[in-house]
């Protein structure tokens, strides 16, 4: 099946520095999306992306849909507290797939 | 409504009762989804429908899990004779429709302990 390797699994950084994790796939995705969980609650959509080679910005937050449509990278730009949490990327072909996702600690 | 609501947000049951879990999708989302969160660990797809039909009910873990949407609108996740190991998040979400550009919005989902 469609398996995401997501990379990696888990960070500890100082606040405001950049951060870059990234999920890798055998298989092609027509579109890659990258999520955030905070405790407690569900999943929250950060980027959307639909086009091989997309670069997109969301305030300090950049993804990338990777040219061989099989990759996408996020980074998180001076970090701060509140970016604390799971990050979850996700391709579509179809149905969805997840990755295990990459825990993210922020120290002050 | 304004976000997908799921309930209870939490659920603590003995070993061998059945439970149900809710799902309200945001309003006019024609598609659903169940997935499962263990502890620390992603997500794992369950089941999809596309207003009242499931046509992928691939990720079920046995045949004690069953679901069911009516009216295009609430679904509910049921459970029979629960074991331990089914202990963690249940989330559900919406799309618009299960098209390949249909952003699926997430409930804070019900967390499940079982005694």
């Known amino acids: 099946g469609q398996q995401l390797n997501q990379s990696p699994q888990s960070m500890f950084i100082q606040e405001g520095e950049d951060v870059s994790m990234n999920c890798t796939s055998s298989s092609i995705f027509n579109t890659w999306l990258w999520y955030k969980q905070d405790p407690g609650e569900g999943p929250v959509l950060l980027i959307a992306l639909y086009k091989a080679g997309e670069l997109t910005s969301n305030g300090r937050l950049t993804a990338q849909f990777g040219i061989t449509r099989k990759d996408s990278f996020l980074n998180i730009s001076a970090s701060i507290p509140s970016d604390v949490g799971i990050y979850f990327c996700?391709?579509?072909?179809?149905?969805?797939?997840f990755g295990a996702g990459t825990r993210l600690t922020v120290k002050p | 409504g304004a976000g997908v609501s799921q309930s209870p947000s939490n659920k603590v049951t003995e070993k061998g009762k059945d439970v149900e879990l809710r799902c309200d999708p945001i309003?006019?989302?024609?598609?659903l989804y169940w997935y499962r969160q263990s502890l620390g660990q992603g997500l794992e797809f369950l089941i999809y429908?596309?207003?009242?039909?499931?046509?992928?009910k691939s990720g079920l873990p046995s045949d004690r899990f069953s679901a069911e949407r009516t009216g295009g609108s609430v679904s509910t996740l049921t459970i029979q004779r629960t074991q331990q190991e089914d202990s963690a998040v249940y989330l559900c979400?919406?799309?618009?429709?299960?098209?390949?550009?249909?952003?699926?919005?997430f409930g804070a989902g019900t967390r499940l302990s079982v005694l």
């Open positions: 309003s006019g989302h024609t598609a």
């Open positions: 996700a391709g579509q072909l179809g149905d969805m797939r």
């Open positions: 429908f596309q207003g009242n039909s499931a046509p992928d």
């Open positions: 979400a919406s799309s618009q429709d299960s098209s390949a550009k249909n952003i699926q919005y």
